[in-house]
């Protein structure tokens, strides 16, 4: 899987003093569930003092309308800001590697193809899945799948 290294992005804002704070984990879930690129919560000051929470949604262009509304039925906002910006990231692939647990997928960073390898990361979820299903730490199995990428790359002799 390859990813652009460059794109255009939405970021759609709301400040939300009013809602209870139980029901933020069930909307973050239900926006990355739908597609968001990313989802957070930054703890606010609101006017009158109050304390509050600023929710942002970053997700693609073309999907502003749906989490826009999906805010505005979802919680007890009252208006988002939207706002467009650049974005720029590393190129990123998936390969998977085989650790004594089983495969493992693990994210290969760099500025662009064939470049340096900047970070390698072994995919969480999956480390807490394999984690849980043979009782260890999950640092077992994170530090073995990073072991076995940087092994895999190492032993790659460059061609001239």
């Not at 006017?47 to 805010?71: A, H, M, N, W, Y």
């Not at 260890?136 to 061609?159: D, F, G, H, R, W």
Request: charged share 20%; net charge neutral.
């Amino acid at each position: 899987m390859h990813m652009q290294t460059y794109d255009e992005i939405c970021t759609i804002e709301t400040n939300i003093d009013d809602m209870n704070p139980e029901f933020y984990p069930f909307v973050m879930e239900k926006i990355l569930q739908q597609g968001a690129v990313d989802v957070f919560l930054t703890p606010i000051i609101m006017k009158k003092g109050r304390p509050g929470v600023k929710l942002t949604v970053l997700c693609k262009q073309p999907d502003e309308e749906k989490f826009s509304l999906l805010i505005l039925q979802d919680t007890s906002s009252l208006g988002v800001r939207i706002s467009y910006q650049n974005r720029r990231t590393l190129f990123r692939e998936m390969i998977t590697v085989t650790t004594s647990f089983g495969a493992i997928a693990v994210k290969i960073a760099r500025l662009a193809p064939n470049q340096p390898i900047l970070r390698i990361t072994p995919e969480f979820e999956q480390c807490k899945k394999t984690a849980l299903q043979y009782g260890v730490p999950i640092q077992n199995i994170y530090q073995e799948a990073l072991m076995c990428a940087e092994k895999m790359y190492s032993l790659k002799i460059p061609t001239e």
